[in-house]
């Protein structure tokens, strides 16, 4: 009898926090249960509800062992990353989630999404946060969300690697990578374009050498931020020459994007075309010789 009471009460407690309409067919406890229901029905952002977008709930509920998403700019892939670390963090316990990315802002930045989602989260729905800072968030469950540069040692667990293409020595961060879930656990990498050259773009263009990765291909027109109507857009836009499909389907800003760039430049940010080196001044490998990373990123991941 104790156990229906206890059943009984946190439905009751659930109904008066979700605000949302759970999906057909879906218990409202087994959909919290899902990462995708876990941050869609409890936690808000920016003060509003949180509603994803459609390609974000298949991604963050994704169980496969090696995900790579070519994305537009601006789709939303860094909050998708850091919104599945938070609903495992707390719906599992003892877990890591390793975020990396091309510069510390960037890592910066997945590591504060993480926060804040938590943060807006009701209390007796989540783990307390006993670690806070910038390169780190750690829970009363054990469960923990860190950025670092080169990932290592901390397997088993969920690594995420944003912005691929344009990450020097990415060779090497996808390798220590890959071996951190030889015990368990997600390699989830993505990134724009780059030049035809690297390992993203093998990863993402040649699937008979990579053949265990699920593949998002993610053009603008896939976020409701970029796109006046996503599901329409998904049916037209592909058959449509850019500037049609900029016309028909983009949000006001995207056509200014649009008019103040070269169609060649707003297809590779936007629309996931690779640049052909034999059109580049610059190669691909030349360019990533001479970048280096962050160096106060590299101090950090020292100590």
Not at 209 to 215: A, I, V
Not at 275 to 283: G, N, P, T, V, W
Request: glycine content about 6%.
């Amino acid at each position: 009898m104790k156990k229906y009471l206890i059943i009984l009460l946190i439905l009751v407690t659930a109904m008066n926090i979700v605000s949302k309409q759970v999906p057909d067919g879906k218990e409202l406890i087994d959909w919290l249960a899902t990462n995708s229901g876990y941050i869609e029905g409890l936690a808000s952002y920016n003060e509003t509800d949180l509603v994803l977008d459609g390609w974000q709930k298949e991604y963050i509920d994704d169980p496969a062992q090696l995900i790579a998403a070519l994305k537009a700019r601006q789709i939303g892939s860094s909050f998708a990353m850091a919104a599945k670390a938070i609903a495992k963090s707390q719906i599992y316990k003892n877990w890591p989630a390793v975020l990396t990315s091309m510069n510390l802002d960037d890592a910066r930045e997945k590591i504060m999404y993480a926060g804040l989602i938590h943060d807006s989260i009701p209390a007796k729905w989540k783990s307390k946060l006993i670690t806070d800072n910038k390169f780190e968030l750690g829970f009363s469950n054990g469960s923990r969300i860190i950025t670092m540069f080169k990932p290592r040692g901390k397997g088993p667990a969920d690594v995420y690697i944003d912005e691929m293409a344009l990450m020097p020595h990415a060779d090497d961060i996808y390798d220590a990578a890959l071996y951190m879930i030889s015990r368990g656990g997600q390699l989830s990498i993505a990134s724009t374009p780059f030049g035809k050259g690297g390992r993203f773009y093998d990863i993402s263009s040649n699937s008979s050498e990579y053949p265990d990765f699920k593949r998002y291909q993610l053009p603008w027109w896939w976020s409701s931020a970029l796109c006046i109507d996503v599901k329409k857009a998904i049916l037209e836009a592909p058959s449509m020459p850019t500037p049609d499909r900029v016309d028909r389907f983009g949000t006001q800003t995207l056509k200014l994007i649009f008019r103040n760039n070269t169609i060649e430049g707003f297809m590779q940010e936007m629309e996931l075309s690779f640049i052909d080196e034999q059109e580049a001044f610059l190669s691909y490998d030349l360019i990533m010789r001479c970048v280096d990373p962050n160096p106060e990123y590299l101090y950090f991941n020292k100590h």
